[in-house]
């Protein structure tokens, strides 16, 4: 009996060690979320002719995945996405790994986005800000980034070592594949300082002030000197029940150290595929405006309007000024989001007829192209 009672007794022992060690075990598992999109794209642009004579056409966008694991105070986050081969293809838009010391503190190291101006974006459509063309929204590179957060204070201080690079070969310019635009050509970004401080406050009316700085070297393959490239931005937004407003202002100049008889007042830059040139110095302006409408009936969940505007001042004297406005709205579907926009630019590489140096020299002509835009994405 007493023999008896001594194996119950440890397989008992056994029995509840296992448990504590399965249930330890499972607590140091990571969590894994993956997710995705895939979007569809309609569009009809005025200054097209054969896009015009069809009626617009309808294409495939994008396809996209991301991945979020944590584990214990360990963080991975990235995001893959499929273009077509005629805008980029394949490219990582962002992908770091980050450490929470604790809610107030953390650090990011890969790929992490650049903590500039309003974020995640200045804007509320699908064409973003016309400072994502000047690669000054939503733009991600490679270095170290410290983020803290408490109470009603933001601090993000950064340290980039270059833009996302895919060719470690002497005299290489950087590749066209790539989801935000960083200065291309004969000039490499170098080793970059950011930081960013914004102040929010309120309940019923909720605001923030914020204010960014960025200073970095530009390498010339060239003449095998460091330029410089520097950016300053003050932004304000304000959220007040289903309405909210942002406006943010810019100033940016790219002083690189080009061989002789290179123009200096324009700078290479490329993103998806295709390069083209923009002004080396400049002031940008940004207000956006959105009111949110709630439906909850049937499919349709909610819609968002808005309206934003931006534009380019150029500081060379005969260069001509670039400007976007967007007017649309936001269809939320469970899953589905659809952004409905009706773009207007002038001297936009992206909205009219002229690419190279439209957010160069431009253009004299005061003409707007307008391009009607109809986004479709499936998230999971």
């Known amino acids: 009996m007493k023999q008896k009672g001594k194996l119950v007794w440890l397989l008992f022992i056994h029995i509840s060690i296992t448990n504590i060690t399965l249930q330890v075990f499972a607590q140091e598992k990571p969590t894994v979320k993956l997710g995705g999109a895939l979007r569809f794209q309609y569009n009809y642009s005025n200054w097209k002719e054969d896009n015009k004579n069809k009626g617009g056409d309808f294409a495939y966008d994008v396809f996209r995945l991301n991945a979020n694991v944590v584990y214990k105070k360990l963080q991975l986050n990235a995001e ?24 107030s503190h953390q650090f990011q190291v890969g790929l992490t986005k650049v903590p500039f101006g309003i974020l995640p974006y200045t804007s509320n459509n699908f064409f973003f800000n016309i400072n994502y063309y000047l690669g000054l929204e939503d733009d991600s590179d490679m270095g170290l980034k410290y983020v803290y957060q408490k109470g009603k204070w933001n601090i993000s201080l950064a340290f980039f070592k270059n833009s996302d690079l895919l060719d470690y070969s002497e005299n290489k310019e950087i590749s066209d594949s790539r989801y935000a635009y960083d200065i291309a050509g004969r000039n490499k970004e170098a080793n970059q300082f950011n930081a960013r401080i914004t102040y929010n406050w309120g309940t019923i009316w909720k605001q923030q002030l914020g204010v960014s700085g960025m200073t970095g070297g530009l390498y010339n393959l060239d003449t095998k000197r460091m330029g410089e490239h520097k950016a300053f931005a003050s932004h304000y937004t304000i959220d007040y029940k289903h309405w909210n407003f942002k406006a943010q202002y810019t100033y940016y100049k790219i002083s690189p150290q080009n061989k002789d008889g290179d123009n200096n007042t324009i700078v290479s830059v490329t993103a998806y595929g295709a390069p083209y040139n923009i002004a080396s110095e ?99």
């Open 80 to 103: 893959y996405r499929f273009y077509p081969t005629s805008s980029g293809g394949g490219m990582l838009k962002s992908g770091w790994v980050g450490y929470h010391f604790n809610e």
């Open 282 to 380: 400049a002031d940008t302006y940004s207000a956006s405006l959105s009111y949110t409408l709630p439906i909850h009936k049937g499919i349709l969940d909610e819609i968002q309007f808005y309206n934003d505007f931006s534009m380019i001042d150029k500081r060379e004297a005969d260069f001509n000024d670039s400007f976007q406005n967007i007017t649309g709205c936001m269809l939320s579907m469970g899953p589905i989001y659809t952004y409905i926009d009706y773009a207007l630019g002038r001297n936009h590489a992206w909205l009219g007829n002229e690419w190279s140096d439209a957010f160069a020299q431009g253009v004299t002509s005061k003409k707007w192209h307008t391009r009607f835009n109809v986004n479709i994405g499936y998230y999971f």
